[in-house]
């Protein structure tokens, strides 16, 4: 069982390292064609604009300031801190979509009424919606990357509110009806026919959500002028970028990989759940043996 | 009058209202009494599957009145008096075969130390005893058919629902399916309602058949079946068994050309 999900999480490994090696072949043909052909658009092959992969991995490893730590290490930590901002907010924003998912499916009415806001509130760019957020948050004396964790959780639970939905709405009316003959409470039908029929469906929310609330953390980090994450070196470098491109292009390269690490993670919970309920019933066997 | 399971007088159904309305049944009387098995036989629309929801409390009368074991329908429900069969076995794809036929029992608040005891019982029962652990996409749908009403006889309900229980199921598992269950019938003394729209099946399982008809759906005969109690392969060539054949499908001829 051990052994099962460590060969996953090693096989996610080496596909998460496939597809970047496959990314820096395109990256370096193109600029090798373009640069052979003379050819200038979409993107200008120059180094200044398309800095060599090589030279991306090498910034990482030299100090990001005058005889400071090498970049890569400054980047990991910010990563660190964006990654727990996002965490809880993803956790807040999961909790808070599964809650509309089950009231929705409980009560029409709370649908009819509640579900435009929050179709509305996804339509509203995040970018305006941060920086209320982190001047109330400051209002309020909210630690700075809680009031981030907010703005993470506000991309979360969309995903969660409606594939929950979706999920618990998935039993077929038999099933429903064959509850009903045997007199179950509302809370039986939910736990013991919804909710287990809707976990495939929470999970895929789940994994939309670990992504969007990475995202949601950085670009929560950007009006709050949060030091430390990974919103204000990639506002940094991107400043910086006639100067030295490749760092900016390290930065997003953390960045992508943070997001996938919270990916990953999730996805390793979701086969650990399957694996879970399946080893209980093991042990029944074994018992019953 | 306690040996009647169900007992309908001028019993009426019609689904929504106004120039929507459709009369699903109209004027239905019905006694079914302990121990017997009565299938409902009709064409599509006659309204077969919405009678034996009305007495399973899926849905509500419209008109008249209805009594499961001298109860009302909604109270004979909450005493988890029937036990229901779907022609989908609905299972639930997450639980092992056994897990599925304790959920009726984790419902009823039966012991933990109790429920695997009578679902291995009940499984043993529908023979289905080695496939306690597996889980319901590895079966056949003969087997989940088994294990479907393996659960809803594991309360030990005085009724049991079947609405076309077998009919998606091939010829071959069907007859044996229909072994089974007037097996299971005998063993149990459980009284039947069983909805189908094959007249040999009708005919093979019943104590009696009722023939309804469509437009509005009521009942336009009803047909006792003399045959033996005891029911095998031999009864199936039976002359008495064509007969009953015949005499079910020409009352349902009548019954559409009256509809009509």
Same mark, same amino acid.
């Given at each position: 069982?051990?052994?099962?999900?460590?060969?996953?999480?090693?096989?996610?490994?080496?596909?998460?390292?496939?597809?970047?090696?496959?990314?820096?072949?395109?990256?370096?043909?193109?600029?090798?064609?373009?640069?052979?052909?003379?050819?200038?658009?979409?993107?200008?092959?120059?180094?200044?604009?398309?800095? /060599?992969?090589?030279?991306?991995?090498?910034?990482?490893?030299?100090?990001?300031?005058?005889?400071?730590?090498?970049?890569?290490?400054?980047?990991?930590?910010?990563?660190?801190?964006?990654?727990?901002?996002?965490?809880?907010?993803?956790?807040?924003?999961?909790?808070?979509?599964?809650?509309?998912?089950?009231?929705?499916?409980?009560?029409?009415?709370?649908?009819?009424?509640?579900?435009?806001?929050?179709?509305?509130?996804?339509?509203?760019?995040?970018?305006?919606?941060?920086?209320?957020?982190?001047?109330?948050?400051?209002?309020?004396?909210?630690?700075?990357?809680?009031?981030?964790?907010?703005?993470?959780?506000?991309?979360?639970?969309?995903?969660?509110?409606?594939?929950?939905?979706?999920?618990?709405?998935?039993?077929?009316?038999?099933?429903?009806?064959?509850?009903?003959?045997?007199?179950?409470?509302?809370?039986?039908?939910?736990?013991?026919?919804?909710?287990?029929?809707?976990?495939?469906?929470?999970?895929?929310?789940?994994?939309?959500?670990?992504?969007?609330?990475?995202?949601?953390?950085?670009?929560?980090?950007?009006?709050?002028?949060?030091?430390?994450?990974?919103?204000?070196?990639?506002?940094?470098?991107?400043?910086?970028?006639?100067?030295?491109?490749?760092?900016?292009?390290?930065?997003?390269?953390?960045?992508?990989?943070?997001?996938?690490?919270?990916?990953?993670?999730?996805?390793?919970?979701? /086969?650990?759940?399957?694996?879970?309920?399946?080893?209980?019933?093991?042990?029944?066997?074994?018992?019953?043996? | 009058?306690?040996?009647?399971?169900?007992?309908?007088?001028?019993?009426? #159904?019609?689904?929504?209202?106004?120039?929507?309305?459709?009369?699903?049944?109209?004027?239905?009387?019905?006694?079914?009494?302990?121990?017997?098995?009565?299938?409902?036989?009709?064409?599509?629309?006659?309204? #077969?599957?919405?009678?034996?929801?009305?007495?399973?409390?899926?849905?509500?009368?419209?008109?008249?009145?209805?009594?499961?074991?001298? #109860?009302?329908?909604?109270?004979?429900?909450?005493?988890?008096?029937?036990?229901?069969?779907?022609?989908?076995?609905?299972?639930?794809?997450?639980?092992?075969?056994?897990?599925?036929?304790?959920?009726?029992?984790?419902?009823?608040?039966?012991?933990?130390?109790?429920?695997?005891?009578?679902?291995?019982?009940?499984?043993?029962?529908?023979?289905?005893?080695?496939?306690?652990?597996?889980?319901?996409?590895?079966?056949?749908?003969?087997?989940?058919?088994?294990?479907?009403?393996?659960?809803?006889?594991?309360?030990?309900?005085?009724?049991?629902?079947?609405?076309?229980?077998?009919?998606?199921?091939?010829?071959?598992?069907?007859?044996?399916?229909?072994?089974?269950?007037?097996?299971?019938?005998?063993?149990?003394?459980?009284?039947?309602?069983?909805?189908?729209?094959?007249?040999?099946?009708?005919?093979?399982?019943?104590?009696?058949?009722?023939?309804?008809? *469509?437009? *509005?759906?009521?009942?336009?005969?009803?047909?006792?079946?003399?045959?033996?109690?005891?029911?095998?392969?031999?009864?199936?060539?039976?002359?008495?068994?064509?007969?009953?054949?015949?005499?079910?499908?020409?009352?349902?001829?009548?019954?559409?050309?009256?509809?009509?």
């Amino acid at each position: 069982m051990g052994a099962a999900v460590n060969r996953r999480a090693a096989r996610t490994g080496v596909s998460i390292l496939g597809v970047i090696l496959a990314f820096a072949l395109l990256w370096e043909g193109y600029k090798f064609v373009w640069t052979a052909l003379g050819w200038e658009t979409p993107v200008s092959p120059e180094d200044r604009v398309m800095p /060599h992969t090589w030279d991306i991995l090498l910034t990482l490893f030299q100090p990001a300031q005058r005889s400071g730590p090498p970049l890569i290490l400054v980047e990991a930590r910010a990563a660190l801190m964006t990654l727990r901002e996002a965490f809880v907010g993803f956790l807040v924003g999961g909790g808070i979509g599964f809650g509309l998912g089950v009231l929705f499916v409980r009560s029409r009415t709370s649908e009819r009424a509640f579900m435009p806001y929050v179709v509305a509130s996804q339509t509203i760019p995040i970018l305006a919606i941060a920086p209320m957020v982190v001047v109330w948050g400051g209002r309020l004396d909210i630690p700075q990357w809680l009031t981030i964790s907010i703005i993470a959780a506000y991309l979360t639970f969309f995903p969660v509110a409606i594939n929950t939905l979706r999920g618990l709405r998935s039993p077929p009316p038999t099933a429903l009806e064959l509850m009903r003959s045997y007199a179950s409470s509302p809370s039986e039908v939910l736990w013991k026919l919804q909710v287990p029929a809707a976990m495939p469906y929470i999970f895929t929310a789940l994994k939309v959500s670990a992504a969007a609330s990475v995202i949601g953390a950085i670009v929560g980090e950007l009006p709050a002028g949060f030091r430390g994450g990974l919103g204000r070196d990639l506002l940094q470098f991107s400043q910086q970028f006639t100067a030295a491109p490749e760092k900016l292009f390290a930065a997003v390269l953390i960045a992508g990989l943070a997001g996938m690490l919270f990916v990953g993670l999730v996805t390793l919970a979701e /086969h650990r759940w399957v694996a879970a309920s399946m080893r209980q019933t093991g042990e029944i066997t074994r018992a019953g043996a | 009058m306690t040996d009647l399971v169900v007992e309908a007088r001028g019993m009426g #159904k019609t689904f929504g209202s106004g120039v929507e309305a459709t009369e699903a049944l109209r004027g239905i009387d019905l006694d079914i009494a302990s121990g017997d098995f009565v299938s409902l036989i009709g064409p599509s629309g006659c309204g #077969k599957s919405t009678l034996l929801r009305l007495i399973g409390d899926l849905v509500s009368p419209t008109v008249g009145s209805l009594t499961v074991n001298g #109860k009302e329908p909604g109270r004979a429900r909450l005493d988890r008096d029937y036990g229901i069969v779907f022609q989908s076995a609905t299972l639930l794809d997450w639980r092992t075969v056994e897990k599925n036929v304790e959920l009726p029992l984790e419902i009823m608040d039966f012991s933990p130390e109790e429920r695997p005891a009578r679902a291995r019982e009940m499984l043993d029962l529908v023979q289905l005893g080695g496939f306690a652990e597996h889980y319901p996409w590895q079966l056949s749908g003969g087997m989940q058919q088994r294990v479907a009403i393996a659960r809803a006889l594991a309360f030990r309900p005085s009724l049991l629902l079947m609405d076309e229980p077998f009919g998606a199921l091939d010829e071959m598992t069907r007859e044996l399916m229909q072994q089974e269950v007037l097996r299971l019938w005998e063993e149990t003394d459980t009284s039947v309602v069983f909805v189908t729209h094959s007249i040999p099946e009708a005919v093979f399982l019943s104590t009696r058949v009722v023939v309804m008809s *469509p437009r *509005p759906g009521r009942i336009s005969r009803e047909i006792a079946v003399d045959l033996p109690r005891r029911r095998d392969d031999d009864t199936r060539e039976s002359a008495r068994y064509f007969e009953l054949i015949t005499e079910v499908r020409e009352a349902l001829r009548k019954g559409e050309r009256e509809g009509a």
